[in-house]
């Protein structure tokens, strides 16, 4: 049945969706609906800084993607999970608040022709406007929008150790990641605060859409999924969607805008038409845009583990179980501290094996034996991961269509270590990793390496280690390429307008050329606010 209309329809509601439709709302005045396929909300625990960890292997509030066999992992296929929220990543991701390089962004712009938009001085003030830093007022920080930023509540000794450990190999100290340089060792921003009585997750639901709950410009429809976006005459004029089995219509004035997530997106662009002529064909979808582009391009970061065990306690071992469990609940309660007050990831190394000024690696500590569902050999006890991530892959994935059933999921190749490259760089950070385990505080207080083991030491088994325990970082980005006109692979302009459809944007990071070097959260929120002045500007205001 046909619905009301408004100028614009957003498909999906993750970070960039989020804060979209916030400014086009409350800036610009427009009339809003957005569509997402998840619940409305999460629940209390997820709220807690330490509360995602309950929920990081089950599929209360992820959707799990199974990759295509990956033949250079010896036919591993990576699970890589992705958010079913309203809020998307921000609401069930691990918090971490960082932004990447300035080279990111300037090679964004220098692709696009070296034109001014997508640099890293254009995307500064979107991220400052949109912040509310508990630490910093500068430059580089605001202190005026909904976003709470601030540094964990509670730092592990295990942390302690790993921030005096790297400075001992020569690193600097880093006090703000998202400042003038990001190499060094320090503590990372989270995207959490004060709100109310409690240190709790700030997501894009709670900072930017719930102060617009009484405003009728803003519609939201949760638990449904978008199955297909409208298109008449070379125009997109509204989208069909599915809610509880019973099929929907709605209709934009303006433009449909596409933020359903790297995998997502890609996929209802292919189920609407658009994509490559040949791979739709197989499907028996009617083609509207040609656009070879569409499903290729896909980066991700990816992480391999360094495991050792302590002689003594050490970290959050059992912290979330038992007695320990309660009592860090009720200090929590009580006092708004102790370890609920972290997401438990604290602290990270951004450096460059190779000895560059600019950061290949994010070596994350993690202050436990990290147990994920590929890495089956470690049991939890003592113990710290040292997880070496790279920030800028040279390998490329694609997103296909499983089926043209919009229920089915999209067929996902990772393409984990698929250039060679990218294999030796995390090679080269592992063998740090043990370097920084061996150096004082740690060299006193390790107990044994227990993956991949002291034994490990040649190339071939540390490979193999590799490639059985690679994971994502959950970031995958770069589904529906931004680039110019005479890119045959460029899927969105510079405007995020898709090529051979009118009306018809992407706003997400799918639209991303190369992958910033960074967790993506805060890049997706300022897609979205970047987007909304795109967005108005053609559109008079």
Not at 38 to 44: A, E, I
Not at 266 to 277: E, F, Q, R, T, Y
Not at 394 to 401: D, E, I, Q, S, Y
Request: net charge neutral; proline share 6%; aromatic share 8%.
């Amino acid at each position: 049945m046909a619905e009301r209309t408004f100028d614009f329809i957003i498909c999906g509601g993750g970070s960039a969706a989020s804060v979209a439709a916030m400014r086009l709302v409350r800036d610009y005045g427009f009339s809003v609906l957005m569509i997402e396929r998840g619940p409305r909300s999460t629940n209390r625990i997820m709220a807690m800084p330490a509360g995602y960890m309950k929920y990081l292997a089950k599929d209360t509030f992820l959707e799990m993607h199974r990759t295509v066999p990956q033949p250079q992992l010896g036919g591993r296929a990576p699970i890589v999970p992705v958010a079913k929220a309203l809020g998307g990543g921000s609401a069930v991701n691990a918090m971490v608040y960082m932004r990447g390089q300035k080279e990111d962004y300037d090679g964004w712009a220098a692709e696009l022709g070296n034109a001014p938009d997508w640099s890293y001085e254009d995307l500064l003030p979107h991220w400052t406007s949109l912040e509310h830093n508990a630490r910093f007022n500068n430059r580089y920080h605001g202190i005026g929008g909904a976003l709470r930023v601030a540094e964990p509540g509670y730092i592990s000794d295990t942390t302690e150790d790993f921030l005096l450990a790297a400075q001992g190999l020569g690193h600097r100290y880093n006090p703000d990641f998202n400042g003038e340089r990001q190499n060094g060792v320090g503590i990372m921003q989270h995207t959490y605060g004060q709100w109310g009585r409690y240190r709790r997750r700030s997501d894009a639901k709670k900072a930017f859409l719930d102060p617009l709950l009484r405003d009728k410009r803003l519609t939201i429809v949760t638990g449904a999924r978008v199955d297909r976006i409208i298109i008449e005459n070379g125009r997109a004029v509204g989208v069909a969607y599915d809610r509880g089995g019973d099929p929907h219509e709605a209709r934009a004035e303006r433009e449909v805008l596409v933020g359903a997530g790297t995998y997502n997106s890609a996929k209802l662009l292919m189920l609407s038409g658009i994509g490559p002529a040949d791979h739709l064909g197989d499907f028996q979808i009617p083609v509207v845009a040609d656009l070879q582009g569409v499903g290729e391009n896909l980066m991700d970061h990816h992480e391999v583990p360094v495991i050792a065990t302590t002689k003594g306690r050490s970290g959050y071992f059992g912290q979330d179980t038992g007695w320990p469990m309660i009592r860090n609940g009720l200090q929590y309660m009580l006092f708004n501290s102790g370890p609920v007050t972290t997401t438990g990831i604290e602290s990270c190394l951004f450096y460059d094996p190779d000895g560059g000024d600019r950061p290949t690696i994010q070596l994350y500590c993690a202050p436990i034996v990290y147990q994920d569902r590929d890495v089956s050999k470690a049991k939890p006890t003592w113990g710290v991961t040292l997880t070496s991530c790279l920030l800028r892959p040279k390998a490329r994935g694609t997103v296909r269509l499983r089926s043209a059933d919009p229920a089915a999921q999209p067929l996902v190749d990772c393409n984990f270590f698929g250039d060679p490259e990218d294999l030796r760089l995390t090679l080269a950070s592992m063998r740090h990793a043990r370097r920084i385990l061996e150096t004082e505080p740690f060299l006193s207080r390790i107990k044994e390496e227990i993956l991949p083991g002291r034994d490990v030491t040649d190339i071939a088994g540390m490979t193999r280690f590799a490639q059985e325990t690679v994971k994502t970082n959950y970031h995958p980005s770069g589904s529906l390429k931004m680039g110019r006109d005479d890119d045959p692979m460029a899927v969105v302009n510079q405007r995020l307008q898709v090529r051979g459809v009118d009306n018809l944007r992407v706003i997400d990071c799918s639209i991303i050329p190369a992958i910033p070097s960074a967790n993506t959260n805060a890049i997706a929120m300022a897609i979205g606010s970047k987007a909304a002045t795109l967005i108005a500007a053609d559109h008079g205001k």
